[in-house]
């Protein structure tokens, strides 16, 4: 699997839009980006994902350039229950993932 | 819709002491299963995946093992806990390109 970037924190007010980016350079054709959080003491709860074409759903947006080097999730709204860790990921879909540290997003007030 | 269980929600464990954690999942079929750990404050470590009844791959040797004596059920198991096998035991679930993860258990090994 590819390896990813991400920040190591964040912080973003209340009711604005969380951008959380993430670098993939060396993502193959057939991997997708997955998005998944971790809340503190819960299993981690999966976002979105996407192959090339900008995903959107009830959650979050993803955001991925053309080169498919590298991504953005884009939570519109945030609010304090999305404070967590954020994990972007590369992998070739039915195969274990491979987590790193993630971005540890703080929600302010 | 899919659902993964997973029981105990935690668990309490003296050193030495046998372990078997169970996973189910339902509402699908033949999915690949997975057993994840989380250390305190660290990041997740694959520890087990299957793809199919009786086959499982191992990716950290340590003292503990897998199971899949069903198509939807996947164990945890060990014959003798360490102190270090204390932590938050997570199973996942995937089906072509998505994976899901179950509520996990908190093992605390004393």
């Known amino acids: 699997d590819a390896k990813t970037t991400q920040p190591t924190s964040m912080d973003c007010a209340e009711g604005r839009a969380a951008n959380l980016p993430c670098n993939h350079s060396?993502?193959?054709?057939?991997?997708?980006v997955y998005w998944y959080r971790q809340i503190h003491s819960q299993g981690p709860q999966y976002i979105i994902h996407?192959?090339?074409n900008n995903e959107t759903n009830e959650m979050a947006s993803l955001i991925i350039t053309e080169d498919r080097k590298s991504s953005t999730l884009i939570l519109p709204h945030a609010t304090l229950r999305d404070t967590a860790v954020y994990y972007c990921?590369?992998?070739?879909?039915?195969?274990?993932?491979?987590f790193g540290k993630g971005t540890r997003l703080s929600v302010i007030a | 819709s899919q659902t993964i269980h997973q029981w105990p929600a935690t668990l309490v464990q003296p050193v030495g002491s046998p372990l078997s954690l169970e996973c189910t999942v339902e509402?699908?079929?033949?999915?690949?299963l997975y057993w994840y750990r989380q250390a305190a404050g660290r990041g997740l470590q694959l520890l087990f995946y299957?793809?199919?009844?009786?086959?499982i791959s191992s990716e950290v040797p340590q003292n503990l093992s897998a199971s899949r004596p069903q198509d939807r059920q996947f164990i945890l198991s060990s014959k003798k806990l360490l102190l270090s096998d204390s932590g938050f035991y997570l199973c996942?679930?995937?089906?072509?390109?998505?994976?899901?993860f179950g509520p996990g258990t908190r093992l605390t090994v004393l």
């Open positions: 996942a679930w995937s089906v072509e390109d998505q994976q899901f």
């Open positions: 060396t993502i193959s054709g057939n991997e997708y």
């Open positions: 996407g192959l090339k």
């Open positions: 990921i590369a992998g070739s879909g039915n195969t274990p993932l491979v």
């Open positions: 509402g699908t079929s033949n999915p690949n």
């Open positions: 299957s793809v199919g009844i009786g086959q």
